[in-house]
């Protein structure tokens, strides 16, 4: 049996450490729980324990969980189609993964027609790794400088996801990547971009990911276990 609740515990002493490893307090990383294939039963334990964010990576599932757990923020962390923008940009307080000027021009133009405006971060495949969605490095900046300033969007900062390896130390330079990234973003003080959060690190990494500067994890199994364990969640 996974225990949740000792799980989080666990994960939130490890988060701490690591940042005091990095000169930071606990309170300034942004626990992110990835809930995809969890059963909305065993997410309300972790919304019990206190958790406040919540990721999914798939729009329906996202939605389709959304109305029976009330009081958190919801993430989309995973690639989003352009057509699905429509279904979600106001359904979630932060959009991970915006990995190309089309997909900003529609969030833009449908956060435009309302009055409104959305956070991202661009996602940015540090690592080149053909399996993954995201910018290539070089991308970021002319996109930002494109972007900025558009009226419906507020840059808030950068994701990655790094390669899945045995030793995490492995993965420090593509954080240290990520993050010398955003300071250069930072550096250009563009209009409508704030560099606030730096999304990395997951499971088999977020330790090394805090120690190289993100804010902002997003750990699944760490929390609700392995995932080939656990029962397909159905989506209508
Ligand atoms: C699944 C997922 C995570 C969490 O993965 P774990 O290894 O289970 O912690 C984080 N980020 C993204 C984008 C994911 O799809």
Redo the contacts with the bound molecule.
Sequence with gaps: MVNVSENITRVLERIAAAARRSGRRPEDITLVA?T?TVPVERIREAVACGLKDL?E?RVQELLSKQPHIEGVNWHL??HLQRNKVRQVWDRVCLIHSVDSLELAREINKRATAAGRRVDILLEVNIAGEESKFGLVPDAVIPLVREIAGWPGLHICGLMT?APLVADPEEVRPVFLRLAALRREVEALRLPGVDMAYLSMG???DFEVAIEAGANMV?????IFGS?DYQTKVEVH
């Design positions: 990835v995809k990721g990576n962390i995973g996801v997951m499971t088999n997003r750990i699944g199994s760490a995932r």
